[in-house]
């Protein structure tokens, strides 16, 4: 971790003034380089006060996505300890597909504030204004205990946590990967797999995540269902903060996934439970009740005929 890290973890955790000397001795470094941490950390947008004879106190982070705010607010073991961040790029989950195949740890971020090709579910296209938060994080085997096909459903709790813990808004899951709040659309999730082509096994998993979290406008095939999280609240959301609590939950998720706790707080947010759903298939549209999540995160529901079935992925809507 970086000395200006360091020095925004301290200030991060003391509310009053704390002295460059006191900063340098609980980080065993120079007042210089206290002094040089604290430059580096305004330039990147974080408001420090500076009084004489008190020190220095931290008034706000920076409101552009940084990798030290970030890596500051964030205690991981894994995910996030490689972190990029890029003022625009074409789709996080396809670079860092990229990155995976030449050998990129598990674990690593890549996170942005705009898409220029942002991917979403069916090979459609995700909506990806400027000023929201786009990410995409590498899971590597050890990442996740039991089986990859829950990651999606894993995450969408551990992100429907964060964005809750950030933002003070309900959210709830349309299954498998929408997470709503006011029945409107604020993230959306993408998981990708990397095959090892000789033995078909799962040797990387992407997984990408995309909120709305600016005030916007959006385009009016999207005013009805989809909103943000800085509409909602009235403010931007602290993207820096959302990211660092994105990572915090997620970690320890896909970590006791196997135990499939999860499943429970997936039902209980879900929004399609105990209603009509419209499920989109392949071959047409047809209305059916949506009676469950089973343990294998499938949607469990009854047709007009009285069967029962699972739907393993696809899309179901709702009437909210
Ligand atoms: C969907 O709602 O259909 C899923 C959308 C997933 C969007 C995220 S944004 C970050 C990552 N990069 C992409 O290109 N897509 C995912």
């Given at each position: 971790?970086t000395?200006?890290?360091?020095v925004?973890?301290?200030?991060?955790a003391?509310?009053?003034?704390i002295s460059?000397?006191e900063?340098?001795?609980?980080?065993?470094?120079?007042?210089?380089a206290v002094?040089k941490a604290?430059?580096?950390l305004?330039?990147?947008?974080?408001?420090?006060?500076?009084a004489?004879?008190?020190g220095y106190?931290l008034?706000?982070?920076s409101?552009?996505l940084?990798?030290?705010a970030?890596?500051?607010?964030?205690?991981?073991?894994?995910?996030?300890?490689?972190?990029t961040?890029?003022p625009?790029?074409?789709?996080?989950n396809a670079?860092?597909?990229?990155?995976?195949?030449t050998g990129?740890?598990?674990?690593?971020?890549?996170?942005t504030?705009?898409?220029t090709a942002?991917?979403?579910?069916r090979g459609?296209?995700?909506d990806s204004?400027?000023?929201?938060?786009?990410m995409?994080?590498?899971l590597?085997?050890?990442n996740?205990?039991?089986d990859a096909?829950?990651i999606?459903?894993?995450?969408?709790?551990?992100v429907?946590r964060?964005i809750?813990?950030?933002?003070?808004v309900d959210?709830?899951?349309?299954?498998?990967?929408?997470l709503?709040?006011g029945?409107?659309?604020?993230c959306g999730?993408l998981?990708?797999?990397g095959l090892d082509?000789?033995?078909?096994?799962?040797t990387?998993a992407v997984?990408?995540?995309?909120?709305?979290?600016?005030c916007r406008?959006?385009?009016s095939?999207l005013?009805?269902?989809?909103?943000?999280l800085?509409?909602?609240?009235g403010?931007p959301c602290d993207?820096?903060?959302?990211?660092?609590a994105?990572?915090?939950e997620?970690e320890?998720a896909l970590?006791?996934?196997?135990s499939?706790?999860?499943?429970e707080?997936?039902?209980?947010r879900s929004c399609?439970l105990?209603r009509t759903?419209?499920?989109h298939?392949?071959?047409?549209a047809y209305e059916a009740q949506a009676?469950?999540i089973?343990?294998?995160?499938?949607l469990?529901?009854?047709?007009v005929d009285?069967?029962?079935?699972?739907l393993?992925?696809g899309?179901?809507?709702?009437r909210?």
């Amino acid at each position: 971790m970086t000395t200006a890290t360091n020095v925004l973890r301290v200030l991060l955790a003391t509310p009053d003034y704390i002295s460059g000397h006191e900063m340098a001795t609980l980080l065993g470094v120079s007042r210089n380089a206290v002094w040089k941490a604290v430059c580096a950390l305004r330039e990147e947008g974080c408001v420090i006060e500076a009084a004489t004879n008190r020190g220095y106190r931290l008034l706000s982070l920076s409101q552009d996505l940084q990798v030290t705010a970030v890596q500051a607010l964030c205690h991981t073991e894994q995910l996030g300890q490689s972190l990029t961040v890029l003022p625009s790029v074409s789709s996080t989950n396809a670079l860092l597909r990229e990155w995976a195949a030449t050998g990129a740890v598990g674990g690593a971020v890549v996170a942005t504030g705009h898409q220029t090709a942002g991917r979403g579910r069916r090979g459609r296209s995700f909506d990806s204004a400027e000023g929201g938060l786009y990410m995409s994080v590498l899971l590597r085997p050890q990442n996740w205990r039991g089986d990859a096909g829950l990651i999606t459903s894993c995450a969408a709790v551990a992100v429907a946590r964060a964005i809750e813990r950030v933002c003070a808004v309900d959210v709830q899951i349309k299954w498998v990967n929408d997470l709503l709040v006011g029945g409107k659309k604020v993230c959306g999730i993408l998981t990708e797999a990397g095959l090892d082509m000789e033995t078909g096994e799962l040797t990387y998993a992407v997984l990408g995540i995309g909120i709305n979290t600016a005030c916007r406008a959006f385009p009016s095939e999207l005013l009805d269902i989809a909103t943000s999280l800085g509409n909602l609240t009235g403010e931007p959301c602290d993207r820096n903060r959302l990211l660092a609590a994105i990572l915090e939950e997620l970690e320890p998720a896909l970590l006791q996934m196997e135990s499939g706790a999860f499943l429970e707080e997936s039902r209980r947010r879900s929004c399609v439970l105990g209603r009509t759903v419209t499920v989109h298939a392949a071959d047409g549209a047809y209305e059916a009740q949506a009676m469950d999540i089973t343990e294998s995160g499938h949607l469990l529901i009854k047709c007009v005929d009285g069967t029962m079935t699972q739907l393993h992925s696809g899309e179901v809507s709702v009437r909210l």
